[in-house]
Every structure is written in structure tokens, then in C-alpha cells.
């Protein structure tokens, strides 16, 4: 029961700790200082009126921030959609979005391949785009640089003019490579066919800026969509700071529950302890009423029997810490889960050993220490 409850706690917390890892890694491969803006919804009364023309981020929002944010480094505009990829007789379902020349610098992507486009390319609504690994791939074959080619996206021709770098999957578990980028005017108008943008992304000068950052652009945008004092924001503000928080809670709470989940098995295996001792205590009455006879103490028959209850336990531990770690290796290697063996959790699987020796063991050894000796000796 030890070694079974000390190696599920040592493994749950290595998963839960992986994925802690994992979703912290992908937030800072996407940039710590990074800020969103999207467009709210107006409440009155508690209700939920629903976006209107007012509540949409234009460009004039982007001119404001721009020009009055110090705290900013880069801003784009963003615009996505969905819809089928297709090259020759190939196509693939995917993902198309729109921004700036400094879209990807904000997001953290690079190109390996080709290049990114320009401004001008950006405000003249071009055909030119950027493809991510997973549509290069299933469009153009394993491993074929597609720069250069063509590519259709709902039945708009598209010129791939840069290879984007591997991100794998994101923390949510969406594949981040099955993605077109391209000019968010080309998107706009000749895939969305709309005039408003559906969000901003930003990066601050530095990660310690962001809260600086965020605090300006919510008073630009007010200003900008002519709010009054005692009116609520028409839109929300999200920074990477903030997901991190909120992701990092939520993994704290499911690693505690797993450990907790587990930590019932050790509960089972001190019962087992406490049990175990209990008939260990029956089955040696006479031995005990023996070593009282020639002088031993309670205070010495409790002790001897409290030791070898802590030594079962400790044993078990040791044994389940080796299965533990072997048992999160495994799951690593099969099942490709993130896990991180804490060394803390080594400690407390440890301690909570012996204190469960201790716990459960007391009682049948203080049982056999009051055991009177004339008794135990009769004892059959």
C-alpha cells in the first residue's frame, strides 16, 4: 500500500508539474509582454446589449495608441478566418490571419524561408502570404519549401512569398502551425468582406512596462471612443501576464488534486500498517510478556514495536519513490506527457512516510506495551 501510494503521488505531481512547464513555455514563446485589446459588449442593467458598429476597433484606434503610448513597441491589427487551402488537386482545412508587418514579431514567429511582407504590401491589400509548417506539408509534400508557390484560399490565389519556423502545439493543444498569415487588408476585404478589425495585438517595450502599457491604451481608447466617466469600457484588455496567472491557478489546483487523489492510497497503506501491527502484536503476545518478565519496560516494548512500524513504511517509501520515478519516465515515453519530478515531492512522499509509521504504528505498540506480563506469558 506505501510503495503504491508514495509512487502515484511522486507520478501525479510530475504530470501536473509538466503541464504547469509546458503552459508557462508556450505562453513565453508567444512573448510575456504582450497585450490584447478586444472589442466588448455594452451592458445596461445588467443586461447584455451585444456588440454594435460603435463597439468595433478601427483603425483610427490603432493611429491613437500609436501615437500616444510611449509604452508600446510594435501594434497590429488582427482579423482571422477559416475556411480550405488549396494547391492543385490538394487541399487542407485551415486557418487565415491578417496583421501588419510587425504581426509576427509580436506573436514571436519567425520565417526560415522567403520573407515577411511589407507595409506597403500590408496597406495595398496584396495577395502575398506566409504558411505555417502543418499546411506546407500536407499542401506540397514532407518537408518542401513552398516558397514561391501558389496556393488558393476561398478561391482568392494567394503567392507564398515565406516559410514560417515550427511552433508545435500550443497549451490549449491547437496546432500552431496550421496557420496562413497574410496582409490583414487582403483579408478584410477579400475574404471576410468587412471594414471593422476584430482585435489588436501589441507588445510593450519590456515585460515590466506591460502594466504601464495597458493602463495607457485603456485611457487612449476611452478618449478615442469618446466614453465619459461613468460609462464602462466598450472593450477589454487581456496581457500575457494576466493568461499566465490564470493558467498557472488552474494547473496548481489539478496538481493538488492529483496529489490528493493519491494520497488516498497512502491513507489505505497506514491502515494496512496499523493492521499489520495489530496481529504483529497478537501473534508475539508471548514474546512480549517474555521481555517484560526479565526487565524490559513498556517505554521498551513500545519503542521496538513503533521502530518496525516506521521501518515497514519507510522501506515502502523508498521502494514506491524508485516506482514513482520510473512510472512518470514511462509515461513520458510512451504517452509523450510533459513531467517534471520535482525534488520537493520526493521529500514530502518521504516524510509523509514516516509519519505515517509513526501514526499508525503508535496505537498497537502502546497496545503492547501495556500488556500485562503474567498474561502474555500464559498467552497461547
Known amino acids: ?114 520573407r515577411n511582407f511589407t507595409d506597403r504590401e500590408a496597406k495595398g491589400s496584396s495577395k502575398v502570404c506566409l504558411v505555417g509548417r502543418t499546411v506546407a506539408d500536407e499542401l506540397f509534400g514532407e518537408g518542401v519549401d513552398p516558397t514561391g508557390e501558389s496556393i488558393r484560399f476561398k478561391n482568392v490565389p494567394f503567392k507564398i512569398i515565406g516559410l514560417l519556423k515550427e511552433k508545435g502545439q500550443s497549451s490549449f493543444g491547437d496546432d500552431q502551425d496550421n496557420v496562413i498569415i497574410a496582409p490583414y487588408t487582403t483579408v478584410q476585404k477579400r475574404i471576410l468582406a468587412q471594414t471593422y478589425i476584430q482585435s489588436i495585438s501589441m507588445s510593450a517595450k519590456s515585460a515590466e512596462l506591460s502594466s504601464t502599457a495597458e493602463e495607457e491604451v485603456e485611457n487612449i481608447l476611452r478618449a478615442s471612443h469618446k466614453l465619459r466617466d461613468s460609462q464602462d469600457n466598450d472593450f477589454e484588455i487581456r496581457s500575457q501576464e494576466e493568461l499566465a496567472t490564470t493558467m498557472t491557478s488552474i494547473t496548481n489546483t489539478l496538481t493538488v488534486l492529483l496529489g490528493a487523489i493519491a494520497g488516498i492510497s497512502l491513507l489505505v497503506g497506514g491502515i494496512g500498517i496499523m493492521n499489520i501491527m495489530y496481529v504483529s502484536v497478537t501473534e508475539r503476545t508471548r514474546e512480549i510478556g517474555l521481555r517484560m518478565s526479565i526487565g524490559g519496560r513498556g517505554a521498551d516494548i513500545l519503542l521496538q514495536f513503533l521502530i518496525e512500524a516506521m521501518l515497514i513504511s519507510i522501506i515502502g517509501g523508498l521502494i514506491g519513490i524508485v516506482v514513482g520515478v520510473a512510472a512518470s519516465r514511462l509515461v513520458n515515453i510512451f504517452f509523450s506527457w510533459p513531467v517534471v519530478v520535482m525534488p520537493n515531492s520526493i521529500v514530502l512522499a518521504f516524510v509523509v512516510c514516516a509519519v505515517i509509521g509513526i501514526f499508525f504504528g503508535w496505537y498497537p505498540a502502546r497496545k503492547a506495551s501495556e500488556l500485562d506480563p503474567i498474561e502474555a506469558l500464559r498467552y497461547e
Open 1 to 114: 500500500g506505501i510503495i503504491i501510494g508514495v509512487g502515484s503521488v511522486i507520478a501525479m505531481l510530475a504530470i501536473g508539474q509538466g503541464s504547469k512547464k509546458n503552459i508557462q513555455s508556450s505562453i513565453a514563446s508567444m512573448g510575456s509582454n504582450m497585450l490584447f485589446v478586444m472589442p466588448g459588449n455594452m451592458r445596461m442593467g445588467g443586461v447584455q446589449q451585444g456588440n454594435t458598429s460603435s463597439k468595433k476597433l478601427t483603425l483610427s484606434d490603432i493611429a491613437a495608441i500609436q501615437k500616444d503610448c510611449d509604452a508600446i513597441a510594435a501594434i497590429s491589427p488582427e482579423v482571422r478566418g477559416s475556411g480550405q487551402a488549396v494547391s492543385g488537386n490538394k487541399n487542407w482545412p485551415t486557418s487565415i490571419n491578417g496583421g501588419n508587418e510587425y504581426y509576427l514579431e509580436i506573436h514571436g514567429w519567425s520565417v526560415i524561408s522567403g
